[in-house]
């Protein structure tokens, strides 16, 4: 099964930036779309950004269009997100998720996740 592991949260002050990265043992991510997600404290979870498997249509919510990039970096077999200009609404537990080839809404089209890692934007 396909394991994913997130890494790069921490607290920031906003206006700061953060660079989240999500890896995988065992399984190369090539052949997956990786979306990012966030949940913050008695919110539901939503969708931050996705990338498909060619690396190609990058999506973004609107919430954080211009300031934050998903990318590939197929030798470290990572997905990066690049956070700048945060914000203190984008705190949030922050996770990346898989599924085959494109990207989809809705986390429910995603089967394997990560265990998450705390963004905290704060002064």
């Known amino acids: 099964q396909l394991q994913l592991v997130e890494s790069g949260g921490g607290l920031v002050q906003p206006g700061g930036s953060l660079r989240l990265s999500c890896a995988a043992s065992r399984f190369s991510l090539g052949v997956y779309a990786i979306g990012w997600f966030r949940q913050a404290p008695g919110k539901e979870r939503e969708g931050v950004s996705c990338?498909?498997?060619?690396?190609?249509?990058?999506n973004y919510a609107d919430s954080v269009k211009g300031r934050f990039t998903i990318s590939r970096d197929n030798a470290k077999n990572t997905v990066v997100l690049q956070m700048n200009s945060l914000k203190p609404e984008d705190t949030g537990v922050y996770y990346c998720?898989?599924?085959?080839?494109?990207?989809?809404?809705?986390?429910?089209?995603?089967?394997?996740w990560g265990q998450g890692t705390q963004v905290t934007v704060s002064s």
């Open positions: 990338i498909d498997s060619s690396g190609g249509n990058p």
């Open positions: 998720a898989a599924r085959p080839a494109s990207c989809r809404t809705h986390t429910r089209d995603f089967g394997s």
